[in-house]
């Protein structure tokens, strides 16, 4: 499975963002996806997850209301939007994929694939 994401860019205090990641693999369905994000000097944390079908997500609480995961499994695509951005979202995010659900607490060092990471940056 390769993972490519995009869609990172500087936006304002208020502002929002969209993020998509391209899975390359035929059985995109059989993956749990996630969305992580790392700031300078900090872990890798959990930001969103969303079940194979599409009918479950998880949020982590600095986002929910805020942000929204999804998925198209036709497309083998999945998306974070992101509305009213804060200065603390600034980070690097990355998808992940992984057979089991990736949801709040998971161990970033095990889940099996992630994208490149695009970057994010809110200005106050």
């Known amino acids: 499975v390769q993972l490519q994401a995009s869609g990172g860019g500087l936006v304002q205090t208020g502002g929002s963002l969209r993020l998509s990641c391209a899975a390359s693999?035929?059985?995109?369905?059989?993956?749990?996806v996630g969305w992580f994000r790392q700031a300078p000097g900090k872990e890798r944390e959990f930001v969103a997850g969303i079940s194979w079908a599409g009918t479950t997500a998880d949020y982590a609480d600095s986002v929910k209301g805020r942000f929204t995961i999804s998925r198209d499994n036709v497309k083998n695509m999945m998306y974070l939007q992101m509305n009213s951005l804060k200065p603390e979202d600034t980070a690097v995010y990355y998808c992940a994929a992984d057979r089991n659900p990736i949801r709040p607490g998971a161990n970033t060092h095990a889940l099996s694939y992630w994208g490149q990471g695009t970057l994010v940056t809110v200005s106050s």
């Open positions: 693999v035929y059985t995109f369905s059989h993956y749990c």
